[in-house]
């Protein structure tokens, strides 16, 4: 499977928030996309699962618009996790898993699809919650559902919003290396929005990083998570360490942007 977007633009009324986007991304590839809030990052990922429609531009997969996918066609491809789902239809555990199964279903689930459901749970560590109402559970809880959920449907191409976000750093951890090794072993291509810049470095081979709609650096996660790069998007000085020939980022002190210079603020 690949994904290319090109020139994909899109904007809410008179306000853009994606300029000339164009990536590409092989099977067996994890990418990350940061930056600021407002960026454009969540914006991106709607459109390529065409929750959203751009107002320019082309989504390919394997060389096929999505436009001229049916919907459920598209569905058993792409796989989206959305950053939150405040507002869940009361379900148990097990029935919100096996929604991610709907595109291969026929009139009725079959034991294959109750399998999947099992495995899912059993590789996220909440096969106990299997019969629990989902809105009984925490934010991380849910968070580990809706990635079930998502892995049940067995895309080629997984689209994360911010897929750590409701959980704690032991859990943040757990659920990427299940991701890695997920789209290592089943050749699946994937993309994750995400805030943590030290979580990108360390499980993305490739690292998108936006400003204002547009692309503003590309490239393996050294060459993009510069003290440079951030400073200039996010307007923080940071130090830069290695570690297994990653980077790490230490944040020091945000900046006050003063035309093209960037000055510290020192706080006592």
């Known amino acids: ?22 990536i590409e991304l092989a099977a067996s590839e994890m990418l990350s996309v940061v930056g600021p809030n407002g960026a454009g990052k969540s914006t991106l990922l709607r459109c390529i699962d065409r929750i959203l429609k751009p107002q320019r531009g082309d989504i390919l997969l394997d060389g096929r618009d999505i436009k001229e996918m049916h919907l459920m066609e598209l569905a058993r491809k792409v796989g989206y996790i959305p950053q939150s789902s405040a507002q869940v239809f009361p379900a148990t555990v097990f029935d919100t898993v096996l929604m991610g199964r709907r595109p291969h279903l026929g009139w009725k689930s079959s034991e294959e699809d109750t ?16 019969m629990r109402d989902i809105n009984e ?5 849910q968070q580990k559902v ?14 994360l919003d911010e897929p ?24 699946i291509a994937a993309i994750m929005a995400i805030h943590d810049l030290n979580l990108a470095s360390r499980y993305a ?5 936006m400003n204002g709609g547009k692309i503003f650096a590309a490239g393996n996660p050294a060459s993009v998570l510069t003290p440079e790069n951030i400073k200039h998007v996010y307007g923080v000085e940071v130090k830069v360490n290695n570690h297994d020939e990653r980077p790490y980022i230490v944040p020091i002190r945000p900046v006050r942007q003063c035309g093209d210079r960037a000055e510290s603020i020192e706080r006592n």
């Open 1 to 22: 499977m690949k994904l290319k977007v090109k020139d994909v633009e899109f904007s809410y009324g008179s306000v853009q928030v994606l300029k000339d986007v164009s």
């Open 115 to 130: 399998e999947k459901v099992l495995e899912t749970l059993q590789l996220l560590d909440i096969e106990d919650l299997a």
């Open 137 to 141: 559970l925490s934010g991380g809880q």
């Open 146 to 159: 809706f990635i079930a959920r998502a892995l049940t449907q067995e895309p080629e191409v997984l689209l």
């Open 164 to 187: 750590t976000s409701n959980l704690d750093i032991r859990h943040q951890l757990e659920v990427m290396d299940i991701i890695k090794n997920i789209v290592r072993e089943k050749g």
């Open 205 to 209: 081979g490739r690292i998108i990083m």
